[in-house]
């Protein structure tokens, strides 16, 4: 089974300090994506990364930023939150493997619900 | 710019009755994924659609795919409360490693005994 672990389910922090949101997959996808999910906005990208050290945008970039410095971790960093970040935050991962919808399915983390006040 | 669009946002249903979720989508595309996830809780993969006509079953749950009318679908075969759920769909845009997905809202389904 796919396991993809994230470091927080809850997390609090104060506007303007430096939120780290950790992801961790444990078997050996290529791909990993983070999103946020808002009542009535569904799921939205924020970034992904398609190997190691490579990123690119999703359609929300703005405040964000990640590393990917090991295939297995991916990382979401909120560099001064604000208060319009306050969301649910989803990591998930894809890889190859068969059969087919195995590869194509991406396996999404617990979540980490986070509260900037 | 592709878009998804499910419908209902909101369905109440009996237990024992049938329904059926919509999605479409605005542009061409050969992969359409549906999600289900549970309050509090993160998605989880249901089916995986590959290519036009494809049908997939699980238990109450059948999805089908017809990618000339760009619409999916996802039939509830005698609901019961178990099912209760938001599900998603989600169709997939380029190719290859870089390949993303875009999301519809979700339908939030309640069964009601």
């Known amino acids: 089974d796919v396991k993809v672990t994230q470091s927080s389910r809850y997390l609090v922090k104060r506007t303007g300090e430096k939120v780290f949101l950790e992801c961790v997959q444990d078997?050996?996808?290529?791909?990993m994506f983070w999103y946020r999910q808002d009542p009535g906005l569904g799921l939205r990208l924020i970034y992904f990364s398609y190997d190691v050290k490579m990123k690119e945008k999703g359609d929300i970039p703005e405040g964000y930023s990640v590393s990917r410095e090991k295939k297995e971790r991916f990382s979401l960093i909120l560099e001064s939150a604000s208060t319009n970040q306050t969301s649910m935050y989803l990591c998930?991962?894809?890889?190859?493997?068969?059969?087919?919808?195995?590869?194509?399915?991406?396996?999404f983390g617990p979540g980490t619900r986070l509260l900037v006040l | 710019e592709l878009k998804v669009e499910q419908n209902p946002l909101f369905l109440s249903m009996q237990e024992g009755k049938n329904y059926t979720i919509y999605c479409n989508y605005s542009?061409?595309?050969?992969?359409l994924y549906w999600y289900r996830q549970d309050p509090g809780k993160s998605l989880e993969s249901l089916f995986v659609?590959?290519?036009n006509g494809a049908v997939k079953q699980e238990g109450r749950l059948m999805a089908s795919l017809d990618t000339k009318a760009r619409l999916s679908t996802l039939h509830i075969t005698a609901a019961v409360h178990d099912l209760s759920a938001t599900y998603f769909c989600?169709?997939?845009?380029?190719?290859?490693?870089?390949?993303?997905?875009?999301w519809g809202l979700g339908t939030s389904l309640a069964v009601n005994p």
């Open positions: 998930a991962s894809r890889g190859p493997g068969q059969p087919l919808e195995y590869q194509e399915t991406q396996y």
């Open positions: 659609l590959l290519s």
């Open positions: 542009t061409t595309s050969d992969r």
């Open positions: 989600a169709v997939g845009t380029n190719a290859g490693n870089n390949r993303k997905l875009i």
């Open positions: 078997m050996d996808h290529e791909n």
